[in-house]
């Protein structure tokens, strides 16, 4: 609106004065100043007031004081006598008149025929007459704009464009609104006065002299503004007046601003109001309004904003009129002018050679980037990134320029530093275009190999782990296995937003980064020689050498080049803590797949080296549970679960892939059975269970490779045994723990249990004491406890005893169950055996679990003792399955391995084997089944005892009546043999139920016919036979039909 650009608008000054009506600064303003407020203050005089009090009849008087010398005021108190009443009447027929007979016509009821044009009529009029002209002429353009559908107009109008009556036109439409706002909603004349000339100039005045409506005319002027202003004159006048409104009231402005964002129209004048308001503040080093604005415009959640801001920035790109009256242009100007304030002022304007830098390493040619201006670069840099990634900004020549010297100065070793010089490298690599020069090709060439060189001072200096040397090293990895997604990832991800980057785009850089900076094997020999992050958790954030490590696993670089990987691994894994960072688990995974899969088909052996025994045993040094466990170990938790996790995975990895390795004829070392027996894995699993929050996903990891390769750690009861353990009850166990109990030695128990059977005290008090610890306190009385298990099946041992040893059993089962396993079977062995000195291994009862039943004969009429080798039992056939199905992967390459005489298919060796190994299972069950049955059968003393007691009850029954025989009726109901035929009950309802096969099996290899009340009645599970008793009875042989 360059028409306003010769009048007087309200100031700010005034406007304020109007809004507090404070009477002393309106008494301060000019003549011109005050002729514009004249309307609303004439009204204020003469109205009568709601505000009664005394300070306001004061103001009132100063008003009427300030207005007496006015001699405009004269024409509009003339103007408030009119009857108001009638010309509001009058003007309701007219627009009924225009309604009936369109919108073109001549006719008005309140206005006669006219004689002379609109201004000529205006100066002969008296006030009534002036009223009804303007009003006229105002209804007929508010008719015309809410008939023309949103399309603009701009109506020539004499009353409103003759220089001469301006103010007097002023005058009678500010009385008018005042006077029939029911007639002429203020929004409304708004609209219609942008559609004539000056309209911005009377909507300031109508507005100045209703200050409450500010905010309303605003939001009404916007919700009915365009969505795009630049793009039409209506849309530019609307932003125009409304510059000007806010001009008049610079503290609403941002307010403004927000109605802008909130309704999406408008851009232009979000952006201009924001101009002005970074003109009107302080210039300081702290980030501008402006910066911040249009940032979180293209940068904030609302996807609608950041679409609506980025068509603004499209189509004013398109408009040839990109002069100084475009916003937009404007607005690059000012974010221009900004970054050049911050650029290092003094610059050396020749490429110095490496050479030169290298002879002067204290003096440098670039002047660094202050620090105080770190921050307000990165914002800009950030902000331009969005500007041309999602808005489409095209950069002109010198805006390239600038962003160039800018990304490529140096800053301060801070972490605002480290974050700069990876914003300015991520922008480099999603905005190649800026480079556009040989000499600005070199320039970026030389910032990179900086980057490479100053990588180690910045992290030390700055105290920021995550460097962008590491950054660096990362893409150079992306860049040599052609992983262009994986860099553009990596650059959305650092820049912190979502920008389209053509692969096409980064060949240059690809081609800069593999041949001149980092060729594949600079990456891989400098890889190696990163040191590991000290404590790596997930709380170090950013991209650190195990990513970078990570990938060139992925991509098989170190084998191709023939780096030894397997350090540097191990030493990272034991420099970790909780919580969990999230890449260690993949760095494993891949790391074991490239142990164990080739880089090539053509070079089989490259491949990395495993872990050594020797450093996998390191780890858990002094894991041997008490009080003191924590001050022996030299590794967290965390590694140790690592390097538990590497060797499941490595053994079930290894397994998974014989076939393949055998039909490469490779085959990579197995981790022996002497090293997974000295790795406490259930006292391990029992500590993640405790921190699964912070280990993420490895604890379900765990249990996992738990239950497919160690079944029998994975028994149910033993679980529920464990919730009892370190349940509430355990607490309250522990308050009761006196100092006494913790100075019991391994000795004292030892001594204890050789004076057995004879005194039992000393024993029972220790037992009792032991039973307040917790699971890991009890392991270094474990061997003792065992090796003197044979003890307890000494006649005279009290039952307190064995049910106390029970239940320590028990305990140190959820903590080493596989260790106390072995010790308990050799302890239990008969006493001939013990004097040979035969000791059997794991290994062994893996592969015989009937073994355990092989035990000393004595054990079977001790029921604490029977439930503990039941427990071994059920753990050994579970293991023994697990040995057998990992024995048939491991000599897979028999299977691929041709016959020369084999004319049955290819299928049938997998087949034969897989059914023999069925079969040899069904038969260790069987066979334990039957041992088991054959426990529960009472021994001839034990017959011979239940004759003479039974006939003693008859006996007694005869004479003494019913009562007297329920202490003799009770031992025979609760003796030993009931107990353990219980308790094999038990199990054996268990194995059925796992393998209902089992059960067939059983009674078609039949079982001695008195014990068949015994298993109708005591185990559950037999109702199964139902399904074959038909099959049963058809047997031939008599014997087998029961």
Known sequence: MAECSGLQFVSPYAFEAMQKVDVVRLAALSDPELRLLLPCLVRMALCAPADQSQSWAQDKKLILRLLSGVEAVNSIVALLSVDFHALEQDASKEQQLRHKLGGGSGESVLVSQLQHGLTLEFEHSDSPRRLRLVLSELLAIMNKVSESNGEFFLKSSELFESPVYLEEAADVLCILQAELPSLLPIVDVAEALLHVKNGAWFLCLLVANVPDSFSEVCRGLIKNGERQDEDSVGGRRRTEALRHLCKMNPSQALRVRGMVVEECHLPGLGVALTLDHTKNESSDDGVSDLVCFVSGLLLGTNAKVRTWFGTFIRNGQQRKRDNISSVLWQMRRQLLLELMGILPTVRSTHIVEEADVDTEPNVSVYSGLKEEHVVKASALLRLYCALMGIAGLKPTDEEAEQLLQLMTSRPPATPAGVRFVSLSFCMLLAFSTLVSTPEQEQLMVMWLSWMIKEEAYFESISGVSASFGEMLLLVAMYFHSNQLSAIIDLVCSTLGMKIVIKPSSLSRMKTIFTQEIFTEQVVTAHAVRVPVTGNLSANITGFLPIHCIYQLLKSRSFTKHKVSIKDWIYRQLCETTTPLHPQLLPLIDVYINSILTPASKSNPEATNQPVTEQEILNVFQGLTGGENTRLTQRYSITTQLLVLYYVLSYEEALLASTKILAAMQRKPKSYSSALMDQIPIKYLIRQAQGLQQELGGLHSALLRLLATNYPH??????????????????????????????????????????????????????????????????????????????????????????????????????????????????????????????????????????????????????????????????????????????????????????????????????????????????????????ILLEICLPTEEEKSHSSNTHSLLKSVRGTTGPKSPEPEEEDSLLCNLREVQCLICCLLHQMYIADPNIVKLVHFQGYPCELLALTVAGIPSMHICLDFIPELIAQPELEKQF
């Open 713 to 930: 750690l994975c028994i149910v009861d033993d679980w529920i045994c464990e919730e009892q353990i370190t349940g509430t009850d355990a607490l309250l166990r522990r308050m009761l723990l006196t100092n006494i109990a913790k100075n019991h030695s391994p000795k004292q128990l030892q001594e204890a249990f050789a004076m057995l059977p004879g005194n039992h005290t000393q024993l029972m008090q220790i037992l009792e004491h032991l039973t307040l610890l917790s699971a890991a306190e009890l392991i270094p009385y474990a061997e003792v406890l065992t090796s003197n298990m044979n003890r307890l099946l000494n006649a005279g041992v009290p039952r307190g005893i064995l049910q106390t040893v029970n239940k320590l059993w028990m305990v140190l089962n959820t903590v080493m169950p596989r260790r106390l396993w072995v010790m308990t079977v050799n302890a239990l062995q008969p006493s001939v055996k013990i004097v040979r000195q035969q000791k059997y291994t794991q290994n062994d009862l893996m592969i015989d679990p009937l073994i355990v039943l092989r035990c000393d004969q004595r054990v079977h009429r001790s029921p604490p003792l029977m439930d503990i080798t039941l427990h071994m039992l059920n753990g050994y056939l579970l293991a023994s399955k697990a040995y057998l199905n990992s024995h048939l992967k491991e000599t897979a390459e028999q299977d691929i391995r041709p016959s020369q005489n084999n004319a049955m298919g290819p299928e049938a060796p997998e087949v034969t084997r897989e059914e023999l190994k069925n079969a040899l299972l069904a038969a260790q069950d069987s066979a334990a089944v039957q």
